[in-house]
């Protein structure tokens, strides 16, 4: 946590009002305006074109990908989509932003009055609005490293990339809602195929605009923005810290400043930048050397049917399947994990049963090492992994066996029912079989006969037991108990 | 043959070529002597390419020739290029301080189109820095003289464009123009100008000034090359998002000696106060030969077009303040020696790197674009704008045509205007509303005055060139007047 906590009675005091700022980079594998390369980690200025550069003369061609991708993120989140919006100038002076102005949509953004619902704090479903949701470029990057004498290095690579920024409104309550929240669009995103949302790449970044009133206020007091908040966690860490500075402050009868702040990890605080970015006049103006986006109604809604199943909807369709809510959870937040269970289903494995022996049998398995599930390393196939619970549900073998029949699945990749035959683990059902196998018992053990006939019907289990050693534990447990008390009966 | 080949329109190149009379390397030669004789005079170019580069280029056209490969429709015809405009290999200095040592490493698609035409490219030519003037006097490098008077502009901001074209030493040329800087350059030295439909050229490559106003367009000896050469660089092209996918018809096909069946409107406010008695006089001389020639001729009014100077000179510099935001001495061009960071560095090379009629409009367009002044400037610009649009389109509605003259007086002297700014502005007067509605214009030598040229302005609804140069063209054929040549140095012949 933060260094300054926010004491209880505090807490009852302020309210926390948080809106998010956040920027995404879109899926696609060429720049916005031009056709230059988005790879991650190339060599500076090796991605790079008269356009990227800003070379004099060079114009601005939108890529129609980009495009594509910012609608369906929009639609993900239910925004209002602007057919006819616009791209305009933002206009500041930075090193490594190269043509002096970034383009970025302004006044007419792509989305509008969209939101999110998501599990928030405590589990309880929460939604945010969107503000807005518009399209825009990337800057490149201002560097020291292994530059001499103190000189700062440009590289222009991602100068270009495309990006989406997602506003919402000040709709969250406090950090760990706000982290939440963030995950949740994450998940959107990654299931929308719009982004790779890979925030240690940068691909996904956050800044939080937090402020405080009274509790039963409905005024908003002055907005601090943070920045630099660079994994979900850094991210609930530094409101919490933002909150309790915040809060002291109030408490102290001091007035909190509108200002810009820089989260630092190592330390644990937010400190003020000496930004020049606050009180800039960025002079935003429509980009002349482009027209309307112009998005055909019949574009929006082609894209609108593209879109997949997105992980409210899952989620929901996993609970009436009778998946806990929980459990749905496990799998809908990890996208390769629920296609994996939706094989399953296909392959007619039941609900609750399969989604037990996937989340705990061979993820706990598969976690232990180190492998995915859609890993080419998993060899155990949904589709044999819903026969294996098939197995299980006929009485073919027990749950116990089955753990030993997913072993040897994960060893060599074989079918249940061949390991199962390969191995003579096949559950012995037969009434006669487990008939005899008590009387044997029973006559093995003739002092456990006389303390369950003396009133111990414990006795009766270690009658149960001993017909599963006899067995190697492939007698179904139910009929060896049925047939033990038959025969004591 | 007794005109020398410089003196050559671009279609008798074309003709001579086709019939085995010259060479394309005869043809160059005679334009490289030219230049050799004339240009210490005029000072129409900001860079030449080297004498063997362009005799190379010669040669392969004629080795085309030899070959029996069909010829393309500029073969062999010297041409010059604003230095606005980028060139493989040639400095693109804009005139300006701030783009020393530039050398593009791509070729503007008009430019890349002329080459693919078959033309044969001299080099650059001087211009107003980034474009803005109407004298090239704002040249950072020297000034262009007009080949009709020694002593006076050639106009601007593609005056270098112009009077190389007025002088013989290129054939044709592709200037720029964002409030006239074609036409106003072509009246005062007496070529042909135009403008085409914004959105008809491709901008890739052409270093942007008012990004939505800019357009290439043609400087030539007469109208039939301005279709030549507007037919070479015009249509669609996909590095420029705001290039039309308009088809580009046979624009010398729309040539015709008559005006019949046209209407052609005479807008009063193109004919105001300002305009000098001699403008006036043969721009209405000009209308009643329009009539002769079959054209129906009327006045016609265009109410906000005296608004069209306020919001071009608002519109334009908050445009330029973006677009010239790139020359920070970071990646190319000048940059400032011994500044401690950044911010010192970006100052002191724009402060080094522009000239005074540059910094004064960057400061126009910061503040008209800055909060709290946005609606009452830009804003308001931009609905003037509209209406302007609004009042052309009624217009031409009415008219196939509009004419009217392309400045208020015929080429001032060098310093009579650079005191005073708005003075200077004025002299867009005729251009800048065309600029704002995005429509074609053509600019051609309607008559002389004190051995000067004056120019007709001949405007077209947008996409609308072939009725243009169709007009123009009858008006030249029947006017005879594209043919005198300026009385400069060892080129005594008047006409051929
Ligand atoms: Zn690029």
């Known amino acids: 946590m933060g260094g300054v906590g926010a004491p209880a009675e505090t807490a009852r005091r302020w309210q926390t009002v948080i809106g998010l700022e956040v920027h995404v980079e879109l899926a696609t594998r060429s720049k916005m305006f031009c056709r230059c390369s988005t790879a991650f980690g190339a060599p500076p200025n090796t991605q790079v074109c008269p356009v990227c550069l800003a070379l004099p003369g060079s114009l601005p061609v939108p890529n129609r990908r980009a495009i594509e991708l910012a609608l369906r993120a929009a639609l993900a989140l239910r925004c209002e989509i602007d057919p006819d919006c616009r791209w305009d100038r933002k206009n500041y002076h930075y090193p490594d932003l190269p043509k002096g102005y970034q383009i970025t949509q302004y006044a007419r953004p792509l989305g509008r009055g969209g939101e999110l619902t998501f599990a928030g704090a405590g589990g309880a479903s929460r939604t945010v609005r969107i503000r807005r949701l518009h399209m825009e470029e990337d800057t490149g990057k201002s560097t020291h490293e292994g530059m001499p004498g103190g000189a700062t290095g440009v590289d222009l690579n991602r100068a270009g990339v495309p990006l989406i920024e997602i506003v919402s409104e000040p709709d969250l309550r406090g950090p760990e809602d706000a982290r939440l929240y963030l995950q949740a669009l994450r998940l959107l995103l990654l299931y929308a195929g719009v982004s790779d949302v890979r925030m240690e790449e940068g691909s996904l970044r956050c800044d939080a605009n937090v402020s405080l009133r009274p509790a039963g206020s409905s005024e908003l007091g002055a907005l601090v923005e943070i920045k630099n908040m660079n994994s979900f966690r850094s991210v609930q860490r530094a409101l919490e810290y933002e909150e309790g500075r915040q809060a002291a402050a109030l408490d102290a009868g001091e007035r909190i400043a509108r200002e810009t702040r820089h989260w630092d990890e190592r330390r644990g605080i937010t400190f003020p930048s000496r930004s020049k970015e606050e009180a800039h006049d960025y002079r935003y103006f429509p980009e002349p050397d482009l027209g309307a986006v112009g998005l055909a109604p019949a574009f929006i809604e082609d894209t609108r049917r593209s879109l997949p199943e997105l992980p409210a909807d899952r989620q929901a369709r996993y609970e009436a399947l009778g998946l806990p809510g929980y459990d749905a959870g496990v799998l809908v937040a990890d996208p390769a994990l629920a296609a994996y269970f939706d094989r399953m289903l296909r392959a007619g494995a039941a609900a609750r049963e399969g989604a037990a022996l996937l989340s705990v049998e061979l993820l706990g398995r598969l976690n232990a090492a180190g492998i995915g599930v859609d890993s080419p390393e998993c060899r155990v196939h949904p589709e044999q992994l819903a026969a294996l619970q098939g197995l299980i549900a006929s009485g073919s073998i027990s749950g116990k066996i089955a753990k030993d029949v997913l072993d040897e699945m994960l060893a060599t990749g074989s079918d249940p029912s061949v390991v199962v035959q390969r191995k003579g683990l096949q559950q012995i059902s037969d009434q006669g079989a487990i008939g005899e196998a008590a009387r044997a018992a029973i006559a093995a053990n003739p002092q456990s006969v006389a303390d369950y006939r003396a009133g111990k019907k414990q006795a009766a289990d270690f009658l149960v037991g001993q017909v599963m050693k006899a067995t190697r534990g492939k007698a179904n447990p139910g009929l060896v108990r049925e047939a033990i008390a038959r025969e004591l009966g | 043959m007794d005109v020398a080949p410089y003196e050559w329109p671009a279609h008798q190149v074309r003709r001579a070529l086709a019939a085995g009379q010259v060479s394309a390397r005869k043809v160059a030669e005679s334009a490289l002597r030219r230049i050799d004789e004339v240009e210490p005079a005029v000072g129409a170019f900001l860079h030449l390419r080297a004498r063997e580069d362009v005799l190379a280029d010669a040669d392969a056209v004629d080795a085309a020739i030899a070959r029996g490969a069909t010829l393309p429709p500029l073969a062999g015809v010297p041409a010059a290029i604003k230095a606005n405009m980028c060139m493989r290999g040639v400095p693109a200095s804009c005139a300006s301080r701030v783009l020393e040592g530039f050398v593009p490493p791509y070729d503007a698609t008009a430019v890349g189109r002329l080459r693919a035409a078959g033309a044969v490219i001299l080099g650059a030519t001087n211009m107003d820095e980034f474009a803005m003037g109407s004298s090239t006097e704002h040249s950072a490098d020297h000034v262009t003289r007009n080949p009709w008077d020694l002593g006076r502009v050639p106009g601007g901001s593609s005056g270098g464009a112009a009077a190389a074209v007025a002088a013989g030493e290129a054939t044709i040329a592709l200037g720029s123009d964002t409030g006239g800087s074609i036409r106003q350059?072509?009246?005062?030295?007496?070529?042909?100008?135009?403008?085409?439909?914004?959105?008809?050229?491709?901008?890739?490559?052409?270093?942007?000034?008012?990004?939505?106003?800019?357009?290439?367009?043609?400087?030539?000896?007469?109208?039939?090359?301005?279709?030549?050469?507007?037919?070479?660089?015009?249509?669609?092209?996909?590095?420029?998002?705001?290039?039309?996918?308009?088809?580009?018809?046979?624009?010398?096909?729309?040539?015709?000696?008559?005006?019949?069946?046209?209407?052609?409107?005479?807008?009063?406010?193109?004919?105001?106060?300002?305009?000098?008695?001699?403008?006036?006089?043969?721009?209405?001389?000009?209308?009643?030969?329009?009539?002769?020639?079959?054209?129906?001729?009327?006045?016609?009014?265009?109410?906000?077009?005296?608004?069209?100077?306020?919001?071009?000179?608002?519109?334009?510099?908050?445009?330029?303040?973006?677009?010239?935001?790139?020359?920070?001495?970071?990646?190319?061009?000048?940059?400032?020696?011994?500044?401690?960071?950044?911010?010192?560095?970006?100052?002191?090379?724009?402060?080094?790197?522009?000239?005074?009629?540059?910094?004064?409009?960057?400061?126009?367009?910061?503040?008209?674009?800055?909060?709290?002044?946005?609606?009452?400037?830009?804003?308001?610009?931009?609905?003037?704008?509209?209406?302007?649009?609004?009042?052309?389109?009624?217009?031409?509605?009415?008219?196939?045509?509009?004419?009217?003259?392309?400045?208020?007086?015929?080429?001032?002297?060098?310093?009579?205007?650079?005191?005073?700014?708005?003075?200077?502005?004025?002299?867009?007067?005729?251009?800048?509303?065309?600029?704002?509605?995005?429509?074609?214009?053509?600019?051609?030598?309607?008559?002389?005055?004190?051995?000067?040229?004056?120019?007709?302005?001949?405007?077209?609804?947008?996409?609308?060139?072939?009725?243009?140069?169709?007009?123009?063209?009858?008006?030249?054929?029947?006017?005879?007047?594209?043919?005198?040549?300026?009385?400069?140095?060892?080129?005594?012949?008047?006409?051929?």
């Open chain 2, 185 to 496: 350059p072509a009246a005062f030295c007496g070529t042909v100008g135009l403008k085409p439909t914004y959105g008809r050229v491709s901008r890739y490559g052409l270093v942007a000034f008012a990004s939505s106003l800019d357009q290439i367009g043609p400087l030539t000896r007469d109208v039939r090359d301005g279709a030549l050469v507007l037919a070479a660089i015009a249509g669609a092209d996909p590095a420029d998002a705001t290039c039309a996918a308009e088809p580009s018809p046979d624009y010398e096909a729309a040539l015709r000696r008559d005006c019949r069946g046209l209407r052609a409107g005479l807008p009063v406010e193109l004919l105001g106060g300002g305009t000098a008695p001699e403008v006036r006089s043969s721009v209405m001389a000009a209308a009643d030969l329009l009539a002769e020639l079959g054209a129906e001729v009327d006045e016609c009014s265009l109410p906000t077009v005296p608004y069209a100077l306020d919001a071009y000179y608002v519109i334009a510099p908050a445009e330029a303040s973006s677009n010239l935001a790139r020359y920070d001495g970071v990646r190319y061009g000048r940059r400032a020696a011994g500044a401690a960071d950044y911010v010192e560095m970006f100052g002191r090379t724009r402060g080094e790197g522009f000239g005074p009629e540059v910094r004064r409009r960057i400061m126009l367009g910061t503040y008209a674009l800055s909060a709290g002044y946005y609606d009452q400037y830009y804003g308001r610009a931009l609905q003037v704008r509209t209406r302007i649009c609004q009042d052309f389109e009624a217009a031409l509605a009415r008219f196939d045509v509009l004419v009217g003259p392309t400045t208020p007086s015929p080429a001032f002297a060098f310093g009579e205007k650079t005191a005073d700014p708005l003075q200077m502005y004025a002299s867009d007067v005729c251009t800048v509303a065309v600029n704002l509605a995005g429509l074609p214009a053509l600019s051609l030598p309607c008559g002389f005055h004190n051995g000067l040229p004056l120019g007709l302005q001949v405007i077209g609804r947008a996409w609308d060139e072939e009725t243009v140069l169709r007009v123009a063209f009858a008006f030249e054929q029947a006017a005879d007047l594209t043919r005198r040549r300026p009385p400069l140095l060892g080129a005594g012949r008047m006409g051929g």
